[in-house]
């Protein structure tokens, strides 16, 4: 099977999820959490009963990046109860960002008012509270041996075309901000291929169309990767874990994000193979059931089949 020895599962912290997972030959996973009550008893309970290591965990929504304060005194609780409860190894922490609503923005460039360069000025000062608050996590972290990942976003959030729903993500959706957190922070990046997808295919339509959605400035258009694989080109040297995953158009939905490779995709992933090489970063797959066809059995269970034929064909 392509990626054997390197692939886990990202899952919810649930009894049945965490079983479904080993059932299938794999005990890496990616945890997401839903919330910070969690004790240290109750994470190495769950861990002992499934027989699952976490390679790294996602915090709960309540401690998302932005331009909003983070609460720091219960983001570093916990944290001290993940570092208990995983002493070895420890798995990484995968912070995410908060989208925006684009009203957001607007109340934005109303203190602006005539200056061109105001949603330029609006992405740089939300990547620079990001760094800033990074700084403040990163010392906590690597006091724990906690080793933090920035994950790249998609545009939008997965209801974007729907009314009151309209939020986006300023940054990180391109090579340059991610870079930057990395570089100044010292922290790594996790490759969230479908959003790559996502973002490359939305800017490469907007360079083509001259179109200006989707808060995109005129430097962000144009200086876009062509796709998904040459954004990871791009950001190859920090990144130290991949979810694995395919998407379509701008993965507004939530079927249309976080889903199994599609077959005329499929010569992509073997690229993306090709230039991952023999040292691989650890590699995530996505559990979600197919709710169009249950019958089909999990994202999981399908990526599985289709790296497995991929390997012997």
Known sequence: MLFKEQLGALSPFDYHALRKIREKGIHWVTLELKHMDYTTDELQD???ITQVTPVAVRLPQMFHLGLQAVDLENLF???DTLAQ???DPRPFIVLETKAVALGEIFEYFETKPGD?????????????????TCALIKPVADKHNLQLLIENVPMGGPCYFEPGQAKIYPALRTPRHLKQIAEKTGIGLCFHTGHARISTNVLQYMKRSRSVFAAATEEEILTAPADWLEFYE???DHVQLIHLCDSLSWGDTPGSNNIPFRSDHIQELLKFAERLGDDLPPIVLHLRENEDDPLQ???????????KELKTG
Do not use: P, S
């Open 46 to 48: 769950m861990l002992k």
């Open 77 to 79: 609780r916990l944290l």
């Open 85 to 87: 409860a995983f002493q």
């Open 116 to 132: 061109f360069k105001a949603l330029y000025d609006f992405k740089e000062v939300w990547v620079e509270n990001i760094i800033q």
């Open 234 to 236: 791009e950001i190859r």
């Open 297 to 307: 059995g999990t994202y999981l269970e399908q990526m599985l089949q289709i790296l």
